[in-house]
């Protein structure tokens, strides 16, 4: 895995990264407190003499670039551009600073750090604000220009305050992008990883071939979506 974009960076998990051998990696995150520790981990990683050359993008992904959204952050990692509702607030508390941040497009995010090159794995972790991230991208562009998308689907619309059918939308986009969900997580609300087509899933092993045809085929045919 060489080149990695990282939306909604929190730590970072840098060291993880190394590990898996990547060579560039760009991290958006315009929450201060997580840049404080992201800037942190990437110096410890510096000293221990890492090639991986890490790029930092202080502005919040969205549907467009340069609009100045408020930002609602509770300083100690949960923030999103999406007001945090009943769910969250019960399980982090309602302390939630809210300030204005500048927006990125992921086009605008990803030509501005990577041109032309293809991003092996794409992670968004935005709490809630998955679809202008992803649905305002042309399919065929997202096709082109990312192997792999990792993404958290807010599911239960008690945790952020978006429509209950975002997810759904998100789903049948990277579908219609030629996307295939290969990756069930455990809990409700948490990533799901979608496959570029243009890659052969016969590559991968019998393991995620069964939780494809089963624990994800379930789940889209209960919202009613065909993949």
């Known amino acids: 895995m060489t080149n990695v974009l990282h939306i909604g960076a929190a ?10 051998g990547v060579e560039r990696l760009v991290y958006a995150e315009p929450d201060q407190t997580c840049l404080t520790q992201l800037r942190g981990n990437i110096n410890r990683l510096s000293s221990n003499k890492s090639l991986m050359q890490i790029i930092i993008v ?16 509770n300083g100690r990692g949960q923030s999103s551009l999406e007001k945090p509702e009943s769910r969250t ?9 809210c300030y204005n941040v500048e927006t ?3 086009v605008d995010l990803k030509q ?3 041109n032309n090159e293809i991003v092996d794995y794409l992670c968004i972790d935005t709490q809630g604000h998955e679809k202008p991230i992803i ?4 399919p065929g562009w997202l096709s082109s220009n990312f192997n792999c998308i990792d993404v958290e689907l807010m599911t239960d619309v008690n945790q952020y305050s978006i429509p209950g059918e975002n997810w759904k939308d998100v789903v049948l ?7 295939e969900p290969i990756i069930h ?8 990883i979608f496959l570029n087509k243009l890659l052969s899933i016969n590559e991968y092993n019998k393991i995620i071939i069964t939780i494809r045809n089963t624990l994800m085929t379930k789940l889209f045919n209960q919202a009613d979506i065909k993949f």
Do not use: R
């Open 173 to 179: 986009h990277l579908l219609k992008a030629g996307f």
């Open 112 to 114: 501005s750090t990577f």
């Open 11 to 20: 730590e970072g998990e840098v060291e993880f990264y190394s590990i898996l």
């Open 135 to 138: 649905c305002s991208c042309d």
């Open 89 to 97: 607030k019960q399980m982090v508390g309602d302390d939630f600073e």
């Open 104 to 106: 990125i497009s992921l």
């Open 58 to 73: 202080p502005k919040a992904c969205s549907s467009v670039s340069g609009e100045n959204l408020n930002f609602f952050a």
């Open 185 to 192: 997580p455990h809990g409700i609300t948490e990533s799901y």
